[in-house]
Protein backbone atom coordinates (compact mmCIF):
# COMPACT_ATOMS: atom_id res chain seq x y z
CA UNK A 1 0.00 0.00 0.00
CA UNK A 2 2.75 2.76 -1.15
CA UNK A 3 1.76 4.41 -4.00
CA UNK A 4 -1.22 7.29 -2.83
CA UNK A 5 -1.88 7.57 -6.80
CA UNK A 6 -2.78 3.96 -6.84
CA UNK A 7 -6.52 3.28 -6.29
CA UNK A 8 -6.70 1.33 -2.63
CA UNK A 9 -9.49 -1.60 -2.12
CA UNK A 10 -10.28 -2.66 1.10
CA UNK A 11 -11.80 -6.03 1.14
CA UNK A 12 -13.92 -6.74 4.63
CA UNK A 13 -12.86 -10.19 6.05
CA UNK A 14 -10.39 -13.48 5.15
CA UNK A 15 -12.81 -16.01 4.87
CA UNK A 16 -13.92 -17.69 2.02
CA UNK A 17 -14.86 -14.53 0.15
CA UNK A 18 -12.23 -12.45 0.90
CA UNK A 19 -9.37 -14.71 -0.13
CA UNK A 20 -10.98 -15.45 -3.03
CA UNK A 21 -11.32 -12.18 -4.35
CA UNK A 22 -7.70 -11.23 -3.10
CA UNK A 23 -6.53 -14.45 -5.08
CA UNK A 24 -8.46 -12.84 -8.37
CA UNK A 25 -6.90 -9.54 -8.18
CA UNK A 26 -3.66 -11.14 -8.08
CA UNK A 27 -4.27 -13.79 -10.42
CA UNK A 28 -6.57 -11.50 -13.18
CA UNK A 29 -4.94 -7.84 -12.59
CA UNK A 30 -1.68 -8.67 -11.12
CA UNK A 31 -2.80 -5.87 -8.49
CA UNK A 32 -1.33 -5.50 -5.27
CA UNK A 33 -2.73 -2.54 -3.70
CA UNK A 34 -5.35 -4.18 -1.30
CA UNK A 35 -5.72 -4.88 2.25
CA UNK A 36 -7.79 -7.50 3.85
CA UNK A 37 -9.48 -6.76 7.53
CA UNK A 38 -10.14 -9.82 9.57
CA UNK A 39 -11.64 -9.64 13.36
CA UNK A 40 -10.12 -12.91 14.14
CA UNK A 41 -6.17 -14.39 13.90
CA UNK A 42 -6.36 -16.70 10.61
CA UNK A 43 -7.86 -17.16 7.45
CA UNK A 44 -10.73 -19.62 7.21
CA UNK A 45 -14.28 -18.23 8.32
CA UNK A 46 -16.97 -20.27 9.30
CA UNK A 47 -14.43 -23.43 8.98
CA UNK A 48 -11.98 -21.65 11.45
CA UNK A 49 -14.66 -21.17 13.67
CA UNK A 50 -16.68 -23.96 13.47
CA UNK A 51 -15.17 -26.91 16.22
CA UNK A 52 -18.43 -29.12 16.80
CA UNK A 53 -18.21 -32.83 16.40
CA UNK A 54 -19.08 -33.92 12.98
CA UNK A 55 -18.29 -30.49 11.62
CA UNK A 56 -18.23 -30.50 7.80
CA UNK A 57 -19.60 -29.89 4.43
CA UNK A 58 -22.09 -31.33 2.44
CA UNK A 59 -20.93 -30.21 -0.65
CA UNK A 60 -18.27 -32.87 -3.08
CA UNK A 61 -15.25 -31.25 -1.81
CA UNK A 62 -14.20 -31.26 -5.81
CA UNK A 63 -17.18 -28.76 -6.30
CA UNK A 64 -16.70 -27.16 -3.03
CA UNK A 65 -13.15 -25.61 -4.09
CA UNK A 66 -11.46 -22.52 -6.11
CA UNK A 67 -11.90 -23.76 -9.96
CA UNK A 68 -8.07 -22.60 -10.42
CA UNK A 69 -7.36 -24.38 -7.50
CA UNK A 70 -8.56 -28.01 -7.77
CA UNK A 71 -6.73 -29.94 -4.62
CA UNK A 72 -6.16 -33.91 -5.65
CA UNK A 73 -5.60 -34.79 -2.05
CA UNK A 74 -9.05 -34.40 -0.47
CA UNK A 75 -9.37 -37.47 2.05
CA UNK A 76 -13.07 -37.96 1.21
CA UNK A 77 -15.50 -36.97 -1.05
CA UNK A 78 -16.79 -34.61 1.74
CA UNK A 79 -14.21 -32.83 3.79
CA UNK A 80 -14.60 -31.67 7.40
CA UNK A 81 -13.73 -28.53 8.60
CA UNK A 82 -9.95 -28.95 9.52
CA UNK A 83 -8.98 -30.31 6.19
CA UNK A 84 -11.36 -27.35 4.30
CA UNK A 85 -9.05 -25.02 6.83
CA UNK A 86 -5.79 -26.55 5.59
CA UNK A 87 -7.08 -25.44 2.06
CA UNK A 88 -7.80 -22.20 2.07
CA UNK A 89 -4.39 -21.42 4.43
CA UNK A 90 -2.38 -22.90 2.05
CA UNK A 91 -4.16 -20.85 -0.67
CA UNK A 92 -3.34 -17.46 1.36
CA UNK A 93 0.49 -18.40 1.70
CA UNK A 94 0.43 -19.58 -1.83
CA UNK A 95 -0.89 -16.30 -3.67
CA UNK A 96 1.29 -14.22 -0.83
CA UNK A 97 -2.54 -13.12 0.81
CA UNK A 98 -1.03 -13.19 4.56
CA UNK A 99 0.80 -10.02 4.14
CA UNK A 100 -2.40 -8.14 3.18
CA UNK A 101 -4.14 -8.96 5.89
CA UNK A 102 -4.54 -7.03 9.26
CA UNK A 103 -5.58 -9.76 11.76
CA UNK A 104 -7.30 -9.09 14.81
CA UNK A 105 -9.21 -5.67 13.33
CA UNK A 106 -12.46 -4.82 13.40
CA UNK A 107 -14.23 -2.80 10.29
CA UNK A 108 -16.96 -0.54 12.85
CA UNK A 109 -17.55 1.87 9.91
CA UNK A 110 -16.98 3.36 6.07
CA UNK A 111 -18.52 6.74 4.98
CA UNK A 112 -18.25 7.17 1.51
CA UNK A 113 -16.67 10.76 0.56
CA UNK A 114 -18.59 11.92 -2.84
CA UNK A 115 -15.82 14.72 -3.10
CA UNK A 116 -12.86 12.34 -2.94
CA UNK A 117 -14.83 9.49 -4.70
CA UNK A 118 -13.31 6.83 -2.21
CA UNK A 119 -14.63 5.82 1.41
CA UNK A 120 -13.49 6.67 4.82
CA UNK A 121 -12.99 3.45 7.20
CA UNK A 122 -12.90 3.28 10.70
CA UNK A 123 -11.02 -0.21 12.03
CA UNK A 124 -10.19 -0.86 15.57
CA UNK A 125 -6.70 -2.95 16.56
CA UNK A 126 -8.92 -5.78 18.86
CA UNK A 127 -5.63 -6.18 20.66
CA UNK A 128 -5.06 -3.20 21.83
CA UNK A 129 -8.49 -1.47 21.52
CA UNK A 130 -6.83 1.46 19.21
CA UNK A 131 -9.16 2.48 16.70
CA UNK A 132 -7.70 3.98 13.47
CA UNK A 133 -9.08 6.20 10.35
CA UNK A 134 -8.16 5.29 6.71
CA UNK A 135 -9.87 5.14 3.52
CA UNK A 136 -9.78 3.28 0.25
CA UNK A 137 -11.47 3.89 -3.14
CA UNK A 138 -13.26 0.55 -3.32
CA UNK A 139 -15.23 -1.57 -0.56
CA UNK A 140 -15.22 -5.08 -0.96
CA UNK A 141 -17.72 -6.98 1.63
CA UNK A 142 -16.69 -10.15 2.21
CA UNK A 143 -17.75 -10.35 5.98
CA UNK A 144 -19.58 -14.05 5.59
CA UNK A 145 -22.88 -15.23 6.77
CA UNK A 146 -22.06 -16.53 9.90
CA UNK A 147 -20.94 -14.04 12.47
CA UNK A 148 -23.56 -13.85 15.75
CA UNK A 149 -24.84 -17.31 17.19
CA UNK A 150 -28.15 -16.72 18.17
CA UNK A 151 -29.73 -18.13 21.18
CA UNK A 152 -33.13 -19.70 20.97
CA UNK A 153 -36.32 -17.32 21.54
CA UNK A 154 -37.30 -18.82 24.37
CA UNK A 155 -38.56 -17.78 28.15
CA UNK A 156 -36.08 -18.42 30.48
CA UNK A 157 -33.21 -18.59 28.08
CA UNK A 158 -30.95 -17.21 30.50
CA UNK A 159 -32.16 -18.63 34.12
CA UNK A 160 -29.94 -22.13 32.80
CA UNK A 161 -27.88 -22.72 35.96
CA UNK A 162 -25.83 -25.31 34.11
CA UNK A 163 -23.20 -25.51 31.13
CA UNK A 164 -24.34 -23.93 28.01
CA UNK A 165 -22.89 -23.07 24.73
CA UNK A 166 -24.14 -22.18 21.43
CA UNK A 167 -22.63 -25.76 18.66
CA UNK A 168 -20.72 -22.48 16.66
CA UNK A 169 -19.16 -21.81 19.46
CA UNK A 170 -18.53 -25.40 20.84
CA UNK A 171 -17.02 -25.37 24.12
CA UNK A 172 -14.79 -28.30 24.44
CA UNK A 173 -13.90 -27.64 28.24
CA UNK A 174 -17.44 -29.16 28.77
CA UNK A 175 -17.68 -32.75 30.00
CA UNK A 176 -20.51 -34.57 28.56
CA UNK A 177 -19.83 -38.01 29.66
CA UNK A 178 -22.31 -38.98 32.45
CA UNK A 179 -24.20 -36.13 31.96
CA UNK A 180 -28.00 -34.74 30.73
CA UNK A 181 -27.11 -33.11 27.92
CA UNK A 182 -30.60 -30.77 25.92
CA UNK A 183 -30.26 -30.30 22.49
CA UNK A 184 -32.27 -27.53 20.90
CA UNK A 185 -32.57 -27.28 16.95
CA UNK A 186 -32.63 -29.80 14.46
CA UNK A 187 -30.74 -28.01 11.47
CA UNK A 188 -27.74 -29.77 9.75
CA UNK A 189 -25.40 -28.96 12.57
CA UNK A 190 -26.92 -31.07 14.68
CA UNK A 191 -27.97 -33.45 12.71
CA UNK A 192 -24.09 -34.18 12.50
CA UNK A 193 -22.70 -33.43 16.22
CA UNK A 194 -25.78 -35.61 17.72
CA UNK A 195 -24.54 -38.62 16.26
CA UNK A 196 -21.07 -38.04 17.56
CA UNK A 197 -21.92 -37.21 21.15
CA UNK A 198 -24.87 -39.53 22.09
CA UNK A 199 -22.02 -42.63 20.36
CA UNK A 200 -21.18 -42.56 24.43
CA UNK A 201 -23.35 -44.15 25.96
CA UNK A 202 -22.90 -42.83 29.35
CA UNK A 203 -24.38 -39.51 27.70
CA UNK A 204 -28.03 -38.64 28.01
CA UNK A 205 -29.44 -36.48 25.03
CA UNK A 206 -32.10 -35.49 24.69
CA UNK A 207 -33.11 -33.43 21.23
CA UNK A 208 -36.09 -31.06 20.99
CA UNK A 209 -37.69 -30.68 17.53
CA UNK A 210 -40.18 -27.99 15.89
CA UNK A 211 -40.36 -29.09 12.24
CA UNK A 212 -38.52 -31.81 10.37
CA UNK A 213 -36.21 -31.42 7.87
CA UNK A 214 -35.89 -33.70 4.98
CA UNK A 215 -33.11 -36.63 5.31
CA UNK A 216 -31.05 -37.27 2.17
CA UNK A 217 -29.10 -40.78 2.10
CA UNK A 218 -25.78 -40.59 3.18
CA UNK A 219 -23.13 -40.48 0.28
CA UNK A 220 -19.81 -39.39 2.49
CA UNK A 221 -17.10 -41.67 1.61
CA UNK A 222 -13.36 -41.87 1.90
CA UNK A 223 -11.41 -41.52 -1.69
CA UNK A 224 -8.86 -44.94 -2.26
CA UNK A 225 -5.39 -43.93 -2.47
CA UNK A 226 -5.69 -45.14 -6.02
CA UNK A 227 -7.91 -42.68 -6.96
CA UNK A 228 -5.93 -40.02 -5.19
CA UNK A 229 -3.17 -40.95 -7.43
CA UNK A 230 -5.42 -40.85 -9.99
CA UNK A 231 -6.57 -37.17 -9.62
CA UNK A 232 -3.14 -36.04 -9.15
CA UNK A 233 -1.28 -37.78 -11.89
CA UNK A 234 -4.06 -38.36 -15.14
CA UNK A 235 -4.26 -35.05 -16.57
CA UNK A 236 -8.10 -33.51 -17.00
CA UNK A 237 -9.25 -35.65 -14.50
CA UNK A 238 -9.94 -33.89 -11.49
CA UNK A 239 -11.79 -30.75 -14.43
CA UNK A 240 -13.87 -33.60 -15.94
CA UNK A 241 -15.22 -34.89 -12.49
CA UNK A 242 -15.58 -31.30 -11.21
CA UNK A 243 -18.00 -30.94 -14.70
CA UNK A 244 -19.61 -34.34 -13.68
CA UNK A 245 -20.39 -31.84 -10.06
CA UNK A 246 -21.47 -29.24 -11.54
CA UNK A 247 -23.96 -30.42 -14.12
CA UNK A 248 -25.42 -32.71 -11.45
CA UNK A 249 -25.95 -29.83 -9.32
CA UNK A 250 -28.50 -28.32 -12.13
CA UNK A 251 -29.81 -31.26 -13.04
CA UNK A 252 -30.92 -31.81 -9.78
CA UNK A 253 -32.13 -28.31 -9.87
CA UNK A 254 -34.58 -28.89 -12.61
CA UNK A 255 -35.52 -32.13 -11.04
CA UNK A 256 -35.99 -31.08 -7.59
CA UNK A 257 -36.43 -27.18 -7.23
CA UNK A 258 -38.24 -26.68 -11.17
CA UNK A 259 -40.40 -29.95 -11.53
CA UNK A 260 -43.37 -30.55 -9.30
CA UNK A 261 -44.03 -33.93 -10.73
CA UNK A 262 -40.54 -35.07 -10.25
CA UNK A 263 -40.46 -33.10 -6.86
CA UNK A 264 -43.58 -35.36 -5.46
CA UNK A 265 -41.60 -38.76 -6.51
CA UNK A 266 -38.66 -37.87 -5.16
CA UNK A 267 -40.69 -36.72 -1.77
CA UNK A 268 -42.53 -40.30 -1.46
CA UNK A 269 -38.73 -41.72 -2.09
CA UNK A 270 -36.98 -39.71 0.71
CA UNK A 271 -40.09 -40.44 2.97
CA UNK A 272 -39.83 -44.01 2.68
CA UNK A 273 -36.18 -44.58 3.56
CA UNK A 274 -36.74 -41.60 6.40
CA UNK A 275 -39.69 -44.36 7.91
CA UNK A 276 -37.56 -47.48 7.24
CA UNK A 277 -34.64 -45.82 9.46
CA UNK A 278 -36.37 -43.70 12.20
CA UNK A 279 -37.80 -45.41 14.89
CA UNK A 280 -41.58 -45.99 14.92
CA UNK A 281 -42.24 -43.49 17.68
CA UNK A 282 -41.56 -41.39 15.78
CA UNK A 283 -43.01 -41.90 12.62
CA UNK A 284 -45.77 -39.23 13.63
CA UNK A 285 -43.24 -36.55 13.57
CA UNK A 286 -39.76 -37.25 11.31
CA UNK A 287 -41.38 -37.13 8.07
CA UNK A 288 -42.22 -33.37 6.66
CA UNK A 289 -44.91 -32.48 4.71
CA UNK A 290 -43.88 -29.93 2.93
CA UNK A 291 -41.90 -30.35 -0.54
CA UNK A 292 -38.04 -31.22 -0.87
CA UNK A 293 -36.73 -28.22 -1.46
CA UNK A 294 -38.84 -25.70 0.32
CA UNK A 295 -36.18 -25.41 3.09
CA UNK A 296 -32.21 -26.73 2.35
CA UNK A 297 -32.23 -31.06 2.90
CA UNK A 298 -30.11 -32.44 4.96
CA UNK A 299 -27.85 -35.56 4.65
CA UNK A 300 -28.29 -38.72 7.36
CA UNK A 301 -25.03 -38.61 9.01
CA UNK A 302 -26.06 -41.63 11.29
CA UNK A 303 -28.53 -39.59 12.67
CA UNK A 304 -31.30 -42.11 12.14
CA UNK A 305 -28.95 -45.04 13.43
CA UNK A 306 -28.26 -42.99 16.27
CA UNK A 307 -32.55 -42.40 17.05
CA UNK A 308 -32.41 -45.93 18.25
CA UNK A 309 -29.65 -45.73 20.89
CA UNK A 310 -31.05 -45.84 24.25
CA UNK A 311 -29.64 -43.01 25.43
CA UNK A 312 -31.19 -40.92 22.69
CA UNK A 313 -34.55 -38.82 23.02
CA UNK A 314 -36.46 -37.03 20.22
CA UNK A 315 -39.23 -34.31 22.03
CA UNK A 316 -41.52 -32.66 19.88
CA UNK A 317 -43.84 -31.46 22.15
CA UNK A 318 -42.42 -27.97 22.04
CA UNK A 319 -40.44 -25.64 24.69
CA UNK A 320 -43.06 -23.67 27.15
CA UNK A 321 -40.07 -22.37 29.07
CA UNK A 322 -36.51 -22.88 30.11
CA UNK A 323 -35.72 -23.35 33.99
CA UNK A 324 -32.70 -23.24 36.28
CA UNK A 325 -32.54 -26.75 35.95
CA UNK A 326 -33.83 -27.95 32.57
CA UNK A 327 -37.08 -27.18 30.47
CA UNK A 328 -40.64 -27.31 30.97
CA UNK A 329 -42.60 -28.47 28.12
CA UNK A 330 -45.55 -26.91 26.54
CA UNK A 331 -47.26 -30.28 27.24
CA UNK A 332 -46.38 -29.46 31.27
CA UNK A 333 -43.52 -31.65 31.41
CA UNK A 334 -40.24 -31.01 33.53
CA UNK A 335 -36.78 -32.57 32.18
CA UNK A 336 -33.55 -31.82 34.14
CA UNK A 337 -30.46 -30.85 32.16
CA UNK A 338 -26.77 -31.10 32.96
CA UNK A 339 -25.81 -28.99 29.84
CA UNK A 340 -27.50 -27.15 27.22
CA UNK A 341 -26.59 -27.13 23.57
CA UNK A 342 -28.15 -24.63 21.25
CA UNK A 343 -28.39 -25.15 17.37
CA UNK A 344 -30.48 -22.44 16.32
CA UNK A 345 -28.67 -20.15 14.15
CA UNK A 346 -27.52 -16.79 13.73
CA UNK A 347 -28.88 -13.27 13.67
CA UNK A 348 -31.25 -12.79 11.07
CA UNK A 349 -31.31 -10.19 8.11
CA UNK A 350 -29.01 -7.32 9.64
CA UNK A 351 -26.01 -5.81 7.96
CA UNK A 352 -23.47 -6.18 10.96
CA UNK A 353 -21.32 -3.00 9.40
CA UNK A 354 -22.00 0.53 9.47
CA UNK A 355 -21.20 1.28 5.67
CA UNK A 356 -23.13 4.71 4.40
CA UNK A 357 -23.04 5.25 1.16
CA UNK A 358 -24.37 8.79 -1.43
CA UNK A 359 -27.57 9.10 -0.15
CA UNK A 360 -26.95 8.98 3.41
CA UNK A 361 -28.41 5.75 4.07
CA UNK A 362 -26.33 3.05 5.66
CA UNK A 363 -27.00 -0.60 4.33
CA UNK A 364 -29.29 -1.81 6.44
CA UNK A 365 -31.56 1.57 6.53
CA UNK A 366 -31.53 0.78 2.46
CA UNK A 367 -32.66 -2.92 3.62
CA UNK A 368 -35.28 -1.85 5.98
CA UNK A 369 -36.56 0.91 2.99
CA UNK A 370 -37.24 -2.37 1.01
CA UNK A 371 -38.47 -4.68 3.74
CA UNK A 372 -35.53 -6.87 3.41
CA UNK A 373 -32.13 -7.09 1.72
CA UNK A 374 -32.09 -6.43 -1.78
CA UNK A 375 -29.12 -5.66 -4.80
CA UNK A 376 -28.46 -5.85 -8.18
CA UNK A 377 -27.30 -9.38 -9.39
CA UNK A 378 -26.71 -10.05 -5.30
CA UNK A 379 -23.55 -7.74 -5.75
CA UNK A 380 -24.44 -4.06 -6.32
CA UNK A 381 -26.77 -2.04 -3.82
CA UNK A 382 -27.74 1.51 -5.10
CA UNK A 383 -27.16 4.59 -3.32
CA UNK A 384 -23.26 3.22 -2.34
CA UNK A 385 -20.96 3.87 -5.14
CA UNK A 386 -18.34 1.56 -5.34
CA UNK A 387 -19.30 -0.88 -3.05
CA UNK A 388 -19.58 -4.46 -3.65
CA UNK A 389 -20.97 -7.83 -1.66
CA UNK A 390 -19.30 -11.20 -2.23
CA UNK A 391 -21.83 -13.99 -1.18
CA UNK A 392 -21.19 -15.35 2.38
CA UNK A 393 -19.51 -18.30 1.84
CA UNK A 394 -20.07 -20.75 4.94
CA UNK A 395 -22.42 -23.92 5.49
CA UNK A 396 -24.94 -22.64 3.50
CA UNK A 397 -23.14 -24.39 1.02
CA UNK A 398 -21.16 -26.33 3.04
CA UNK A 399 -23.55 -27.28 6.09
CA UNK A 400 -25.03 -24.99 8.01
CA UNK A 401 -27.46 -23.72 4.83
CA UNK A 402 -30.59 -24.57 7.37
CA UNK A 403 -29.12 -21.80 10.11
CA UNK A 404 -27.96 -19.22 7.62
CA UNK A 405 -29.32 -16.11 9.31
CA UNK A 406 -27.85 -13.25 7.94
CA UNK A 407 -28.25 -12.69 4.00
CA UNK A 408 -24.70 -10.96 3.01
CA UNK A 409 -25.32 -10.56 -1.18
CA UNK A 410 -29.02 -11.24 -1.03
CA UNK A 411 -30.57 -13.71 -3.62
CA UNK A 412 -27.25 -15.54 -4.38
CA UNK A 413 -27.72 -18.53 -3.09
CA UNK A 414 -29.13 -21.89 -3.94
CA UNK A 415 -29.99 -25.11 -2.45
CA UNK A 416 -28.24 -27.04 -4.93
CA UNK A 417 -24.73 -25.61 -5.86
CA UNK A 418 -21.42 -24.68 -4.37
CA UNK A 419 -21.30 -21.05 -2.97
CA UNK A 420 -17.76 -20.94 -3.60
CA UNK A 421 -18.91 -21.09 -7.51
CA UNK A 422 -21.27 -18.28 -6.73
CA UNK A 423 -18.61 -16.49 -5.16
CA UNK A 424 -16.08 -16.92 -8.39
CA UNK A 425 -18.93 -15.54 -10.57
CA UNK A 426 -19.39 -12.86 -8.18
CA UNK A 427 -15.47 -11.87 -8.28
CA UNK A 428 -15.23 -12.47 -11.88
CA UNK A 429 -17.87 -9.75 -12.63
CA UNK A 430 -16.60 -7.83 -9.88
CA UNK A 431 -13.24 -7.23 -11.32
CA UNK A 432 -14.56 -6.59 -14.65
CA UNK A 433 -16.53 -3.95 -13.34
CA UNK A 434 -13.30 -2.11 -11.38
CA UNK A 435 -10.93 -2.71 -14.04
CA UNK A 436 -11.84 1.11 -15.54
CA UNK A 437 -11.44 2.34 -11.91
CA UNK A 438 -7.98 0.79 -11.56
CA UNK A 439 -6.59 2.07 -14.55
CA UNK A 440 -7.76 5.70 -13.77
CA UNK A 441 -10.32 5.74 -15.89
CA UNK A 442 -13.10 6.13 -13.87
CA UNK A 443 -14.00 7.62 -10.42
CA UNK A 444 -17.28 4.98 -9.47
CA UNK A 445 -19.97 3.14 -10.47
CA UNK A 446 -23.25 3.41 -8.49
CA UNK A 447 -25.77 0.59 -9.30
CA UNK A 448 -29.14 2.37 -10.58
CA UNK A 449 -32.32 1.99 -8.95
CA UNK A 450 -34.00 1.43 -11.86
CA UNK A 451 -31.74 -1.53 -12.93
CA UNK A 452 -32.46 -2.76 -9.37
CA UNK A 453 -36.04 -2.67 -8.95
CA UNK A 454 -36.15 -4.42 -12.18
CA UNK A 455 -33.63 -7.28 -11.12
CA UNK A 456 -35.57 -7.83 -8.48
CA UNK A 457 -39.44 -7.46 -9.46
CA UNK A 458 -37.98 -10.49 -12.19
CA UNK A 459 -37.13 -12.33 -9.48
CA UNK A 460 -39.18 -12.39 -6.97
CA UNK A 461 -41.85 -12.90 -9.89
CA UNK A 462 -39.88 -16.41 -10.68
CA UNK A 463 -39.54 -17.02 -6.76
CA UNK A 464 -43.41 -16.32 -6.15
CA UNK A 465 -44.20 -19.74 -8.49
CA UNK A 466 -41.32 -21.47 -7.06
CA UNK A 467 -40.92 -24.23 -4.35
CA UNK A 468 -39.53 -21.87 -1.83
CA UNK A 469 -42.96 -20.27 -1.18
CA UNK A 470 -44.22 -23.24 0.11
CA UNK A 471 -43.75 -23.51 4.11
CA UNK A 472 -41.80 -21.01 6.77
CA UNK A 473 -37.77 -20.95 5.98
CA UNK A 474 -34.79 -18.82 6.79
CA UNK A 475 -34.96 -18.31 2.79
CA UNK A 476 -37.34 -15.52 3.57
CA UNK A 477 -37.74 -12.36 5.41
CA UNK A 478 -39.21 -12.97 8.98
CA UNK A 479 -39.36 -16.68 8.00
CA UNK A 480 -42.79 -16.09 5.62
CA UNK A 481 -41.86 -13.20 4.17
CA UNK A 482 -40.55 -12.00 0.78
CA UNK A 483 -37.76 -14.46 -0.85
CA UNK A 484 -34.24 -12.68 -0.27
CA UNK A 485 -31.86 -15.20 -0.43
CA UNK A 486 -32.32 -17.71 -2.91
CA UNK A 487 -31.25 -17.25 -6.81
CA UNK A 488 -34.09 -18.43 -8.60
CA UNK A 489 -32.64 -20.10 -11.52
CA UNK A 490 -29.36 -22.84 -12.02
CA UNK A 491 -26.29 -22.10 -11.85
CA UNK A 492 -25.28 -21.54 -15.35
CA UNK A 493 -28.49 -19.16 -15.48
CA UNK A 494 -26.47 -17.41 -12.34
CA UNK A 495 -22.63 -17.17 -14.96
CA UNK A 496 -24.58 -15.79 -17.52
CA UNK A 497 -26.31 -13.08 -15.84
CA UNK A 498 -22.76 -12.00 -14.25
CA UNK A 499 -20.95 -13.04 -17.31
CA UNK A 500 -20.41 -9.01 -17.87
CA UNK A 501 -21.19 -5.77 -16.57
CA UNK A 502 -23.70 -3.85 -18.64
CA UNK A 503 -22.53 -0.62 -18.31
CA UNK A 504 -25.67 1.23 -18.80
CA UNK A 505 -27.10 -0.38 -15.50
CA UNK A 506 -24.08 1.87 -13.79
CA UNK A 507 -23.82 5.56 -13.46
CA UNK A 508 -20.00 6.04 -13.70
CA UNK A 509 -18.33 9.25 -12.01
CA UNK A 510 -15.12 10.69 -13.90
CA UNK A 511 -15.71 8.73 -16.66
CA UNK A 512 -15.60 11.58 -19.46
CA UNK A 513 -12.76 9.72 -21.83
CA UNK A 514 -13.86 6.30 -20.45
CA UNK A 515 -17.18 6.25 -22.21
CA UNK A 516 -15.62 8.14 -24.84
CA UNK A 517 -13.61 5.56 -25.60
CA UNK A 518 -16.97 2.73 -24.53
CA UNK A 519 -18.74 4.78 -27.43
CA UNK A 520 -15.69 4.54 -29.77
CA UNK A 521 -15.48 0.56 -29.17
CA UNK A 522 -19.24 0.11 -29.56
CA UNK A 523 -18.88 2.00 -33.29
CA UNK A 524 -15.73 0.40 -34.31
CA UNK A 525 -17.45 -3.03 -33.55
CA UNK A 526 -20.73 -1.74 -35.48
CA UNK A 527 -18.71 -0.57 -38.60
CA UNK A 528 -16.96 -4.19 -38.05
CA UNK A 529 -20.18 -5.83 -38.52
CA UNK A 530 -21.38 -3.69 -41.09
CA UNK A 531 -18.11 -4.38 -43.63
CA UNK A 532 -18.46 -7.83 -42.55
CA UNK A 533 -22.49 -7.75 -43.96
CA UNK A 534 -21.26 -5.77 -47.43
CA UNK A 535 -18.66 -8.05 -47.76
CA UNK A 536 -20.29 -11.19 -47.71
CA UNK A 537 -23.32 -9.89 -49.77
CA UNK A 538 -20.66 -8.99 -52.55
CA UNK A 539 -19.46 -11.92 -52.14
CA UNK A 540 -22.40 -13.49 -52.74
CA UNK A 541 -23.68 -11.16 -55.87
CA UNK A 542 -20.12 -10.58 -57.62
CA UNK A 543 -20.74 -14.64 -58.70
CA UNK A 544 -23.96 -13.74 -59.78
CA UNK A 545 -23.24 -10.97 -62.39
CA UNK A 546 -20.72 -12.83 -63.64
CA UNK A 547 -22.53 -15.29 -65.10
CA UNK A 548 -25.04 -13.37 -65.96
CA UNK A 549 -22.78 -11.55 -68.27
CA UNK A 550 -22.13 -15.45 -69.75
CA UNK A 551 -25.68 -15.48 -70.56
CA UNK A 552 -26.13 -17.68 -67.20
CA UNK A 553 -28.55 -16.86 -64.66
CA UNK A 554 -27.72 -18.59 -61.30
CA UNK A 555 -30.65 -18.58 -58.62
CA UNK A 556 -29.19 -19.17 -54.90
Same mark, same amino acid.
Given at each position: ??????????????????????????????????????????????????????????????????????????????????????????????????????????? !? #? %?? &?????? @????? =?????? $????????????????????????????????????? !? #? %?? &?????? @????? =?????? $?????????????????????????????????????? #????????????????????????????????????????????????????????????????????????????????????????????????????????????????????????????????????????????????????????????????????????????????????????????????????????????????????????????????????????????????????????????????????????????????????????????????????????????????????????????????????????????
Amino acid at each position: MTNPSIPRIAIIGAGLGGVSFAIGLKRQLRYEEFIIYEKASDVGGTWRDNIYPGCASDVPMHWFSLSTDLNPNWTSTHGNNDEIQRYWKQLSIKYAIEPHIAYNHLV !H #S %AT &WDAAEQ @LYHIV =VEDLKT $GTKTSTSAHILISAVGILEVPRAPDIPGVKDFAGDVF !H #S %AR &WNNSVE @LHGRK =VAVIGN $GASATQFVPLIASDPEVQVTQFCRTPNWLLPPIRANYS #SRTIWIFRNIPFVMKLYRWWLFLRSDILYFTIFKNGWFRSRFAKTLRKYILANAPEEYHKHIAPTYPPGCKRMIFDTNYTKTLHKPNMDVNWNGIDRITTDGILTKTGEKLAFDVMIFATGFIVDRYPINVRGSKGMTVQDYYDSQRGPRAYLGTSVPGFPNFFMLSGISFLAAQYAAHLKRLIGPNTTTGHISLIYTVEVQVNYIIKLIKPILKGDVSSFEVTSKATDVYNDMIQKRLSKSVFVSCLSWYRTGGDGRITSIFPGASTQFWWWLRRPVWSHYTAIGAGRWERRLRNQRIRRSLLFLALLVAASLQLTLPALQDTELGVVVIN
